[in-house]
């Protein structure tokens, strides 16, 4: 069985500083990786995804994700936080050899940027 | 905008009653997936078709199903409802090729 875990129901940031929210994911064989974001009264909007290749995946908005293998993590980050940024953060991961290819989704994190 | 849309955006009904959730998937897109976003269970996978062939199960009550048509747009129907069914339901497609699934708006379902 595939899993995720976020560890922090909350992220606080001041706007201009880094962010970070983690994710760590538990799954058979290689992992695909993703991170979505919802905004209140919206539907989920991709943000970036893991396959293969760079450990370090650049997507919409300025964000990033550092995939380590080592340590099923797959964190989502970003140089210098927004106050527009604050949503709800969800990871999600499908396992490369299953023939599922629905996504398992973490509890979600939720990331206030303040002015 | 994702480029899959969903009708209705809301939805009240009372316990007992049947709805049918309307899913466009994104132009070209063989793959339809429904979810279930709860504050207990979270979001959740449903069922999947891909060309109108039903492909994975999740966790799906024996009360919901679902179809894919021809023109490859979807139908989740949810019969003998109940207050916990209220939540918001989403359908994602995905090409089948490119593994990134592009998620509907959602439809909000409240059962009173």
């Known amino acids: 069985a595939q899993s995720v875990a976020q560890p922090e129901d909350q992220v606080n940031v001041a706007e201009g500083n880094p962010l970070t929210v983690k994710c760590t994911y538990s799954?058979?064989?290689?992992?695909?990786l993703f991170w979505y974001v919802q905004y209140p009264n919206r539907g989920l909007q991709f943000l970036l995804k893991y396959i293969t290749g760079d450990n370090l995946v650049k997507g919409s908005y300025g964000f990033e994700a550092e995939f380590n293998k080592s340590q099923t993590s797959f964190h989502l980050k970003k140089p210098s936080a927004l106050v527009s940024d604050s949503a709800l953060y969800f990871c999600?991961?499908?396992?490369?050899?299953?023939?599922?290819?629905?996504?398992?989704f973490g509890s979600g994190t939720r990331l206030q940027v303040q002015p | 905008d994702s480029g899959v849309t969903q009708t209705p955006k809301h939805l009240i009904t009372a316990t007992g009653q049947r709805v049918t959730l309307r899913c466009s998937p994104r132009?070209?897109?063989?793959?339809v997936y429904w979810y279930q976003q709860s504050l207990d269970q979270g979001l959740q996978f449903l069922i999947q078709?891909?060309?109108?062939?039903?492909?994975a199960k999740g966790n799906i009550l024996e009360r919901f199903s679902a179809q894919q048509f021809p023109d490859l747009h979807s139908e989740l129907n949810l019969s003998s409802l109940e207050l916990g069914d209220s939540a918001l339901y989403f359908c994602a497609s995905s090409s089948g090729v490119e593994e990134t699934q592009y998620f509907g708006p959602g439809t909000r379902l409240l059962v009173l």
């Open positions: 799954v058979s064989g290689n992992p695909y």
């Open positions: 132009s070209g897109d063989l793959s």
């Open positions: 078709y891909y060309n109108g062939e039903e492909r």
């Open positions: 999600a991961v499908r396992g490369y050899y299953t023939g599922r290819r629905a996504l398992t």
